[in-house]
């Protein structure tokens, strides 16, 4: 049986004590994770199984100190948060970055503290949420310098849009539907090995921070800090697995 271990998760995250059941811990614990555990999908470049299990989440972000995709992340802070007394649950979505929406191929949660409900998602990437927002709709949240708001998208349910260049973007469209540890298992496989998936076409890797984030598509890194963008070439090899580990905390070597 697994179970839970609260000290490992909290060092992970850089948190010195257990966070209250509330909005103001569940901003906390959100910021956290979001900050400390990137989004990558290394493995499934290195082709690798990617293993949703609750051992396997906590053993692979945790313990071995590395990242995931959405399925990853969202699972781990799923299980951080039951562990830590929140009622939380998975819902799945369709991401509209690319104008055509997918398939319900995004996990994000629905959690529910005193009657009334949020969004957290830990896993989206880029120009994904820094904390979670209340479920409500036409309400603007803004987040260290960004903004979201949720409106009504029919027939796709309820969209996520972050506002980019004084317009608004779609990120991506859910609804409130029973989601099963099956739904989420077919989900994940889709995006794991379909060739049409990104994650199987590329190196993909970011890491927010409180004033921008870093990211990695193949050999490109790019750093956003505020308004300024530093764009950086990669040179293949231990140089590529050095700013790896330099910028997101990965040792893909040892």
């Known amino acids: 049986m697994f179970e839970f271990d609260v000290p490992a998760y909290l060092q992970r995250v850089g948190l010195d004590t257990t966070p209250m059941v509330s909005e103001e811990g569940l901003i906390q614990m959100h910021r956290a994770q ?38 990853e992340l969202n699972g781990l802070f799923l299980l951080a948060l039951r562990s830590f007394g929140f009622e939380a649950r998975s819902l799945l979505a369709r991401v509209h970055l690319r104008g055509v929406p997918t398939a319900r191929t995004h996990q994000l949660l629905l959690v529910r503290i005193q009657g009334r409900d949020w969004i957290a998602d830990v896993g989206f990437g880029a120009s994904g949420l820094r904390e979670p927002i209340p479920f409500t709709l036409d309400q603007v949240a803004a987040q260290d310098g960004l903004k979201f708001r949720l409106i009504d998208a029919s027939p796709f349910g ?5 506002e980019e260049d004084n317009d608004w973007r779609n990120l991506y469209s859910f609804d409130l539907t029973h989601v099963s540890e099956a739904d989420i298992a077919m989900s ?36 956003t800090m505020g308004n300024r963008v530093e764009v950086i070439e990669l040179d293949s090899g231990q140089a590529y697995l050095d700013a790896i580990e330099e910028h997101f905390g990965i040792r893909l070597n040892r």
Request: aromatic residues 12%.
């Open 34 to 71: 979001a900050f400390s555990i990137p989004f990558e999908n290394f493995d499934i470049q290195l082709g690798k199984t990617i293993d949703l299990s609750p051992r396997a989440l906590f053993e692979k972000a945790v313990l071995n100190i590395r990242g995931g995709y959405c399925f």
């Open 158 to 162: 309820i969209m996520l849009q972050v």
């Open 188 to 223: 994940n496989y889709f995006t794991e090995t379909h060739p049409d998936s990104l994650f199987t076409k590329a190196w993909v890797a970011t890491l927010p921070n409180a004033t921008g984030r870093v990211s990695l598509l193949n050999t490109t890194l790019r750093k």
